[in-house]
């Protein structure tokens, strides 16, 4: 079975920018949530989605956002960007309903300059 | 406000001996305990997990202990292998309130001296 994917796999922008990653989950699983990795704050929790719906949201500005599609397939958005967003942006993947192991992707290197 | 924490930012441990990583929780409300391994450039590996109405779980050569009362639980890696370098981090969860939702420790970096 496939693991995780996340694409792209890096990704270099300017302060001001936007930009989307995109999440493709363990086939049947139907939770998605999102983490960002920095060196100081280690990895914190953005936002789950299951079967759609946003289902836990974590502190982060509304800058950050996300959707999920019917096929759980999920995207995360970050619109005028700071320097502060650089980090290692994470998807996890569990069958959610019940069972709370959850895989990772590679993850998204962003580095905004 | 760190909820979970991993006191020990290293670990240098020799090939065939036990690795112990410690983990401490402040939010009692969390019931529900796992552990990552990650190497550089790649997501975290699910290892282990423990619900807190266990005090113990065993897979291979990990075994996860978890003392509720002190809000404290440690992998145990036996034997230790030059393959389990890599950072592991433990995470909680309040299944109740956030299911899906888990906190992270900033890990620990584990060193298997061959």
């Known amino acids: 079975k496939a693991g995780v994917t996340q694409t792209p796999r890096y990704l270099i922008k300017t302060r001001g920018q936007q930009v989307t990653l995109s999440c493709s989950p363990i086939s049947g699983h139907r939770s998605v949530s999102w983490y960002q990795q920095t060196p100081g704050q280690g990895l914190q929790f953005l936002f789950e989605y299951f079967s759609e719906t946003q289902r836990n949201k974590g502190n982060f500005p509304g800058r950050f956002s996300g959707r999920q599609f019917s096929n759980s397939r999920s995207e995360m958005n970050v619109s005028t960007l700071e320097l502060g967003d650089s980090a290692l942006y994470l998807c996890?993947?569990?069958?959610?309903?019940?069972?709370?192991?959850?895989?990772f992707g590679p993850g998204t290197r962003l580095t905004v300059t | 406000d760190q909820q979970v924490k991993q006191n020990s930012p290293s670990l240098s441990v020799q090939e065939g001996r036990i690795s112990i990583l410690n983990c401490d929780y402040t939010n009692s409300m969390f019931d529900y305990f796992l552990w990552y391994k990650k190497y550089p450039a790649e997501g975290p590996t699910f290892l282990i997990s423990?619900?807190?109405?266990?005090d113990k779980n065993e897979d291979g050569r990990f075994t996860v202990f978890l003392n509720k009362s002190a809000k404290h639980l440690s992998l145990h890696i036996v034997p230790s292998q030059p393959g389990d370098s890599a950072v592991y981090f433990c995470?909680?969860?309040?299944?109740?309130?956030?299911?899906?939702?888990?906190?992270f420790g900033t890990g620990t970096r584990l060193a298997v001296r061959p």
């Open positions: 423990i619900s807190s109405i266990k």
């Open positions: 996890a993947s569990s069958l959610g309903a019940g069972v709370y192991e959850q895989y």
């Open positions: 995470a909680a969860s309040d299944l109740i309130s956030s299911g899906d939702k888990l906190t």
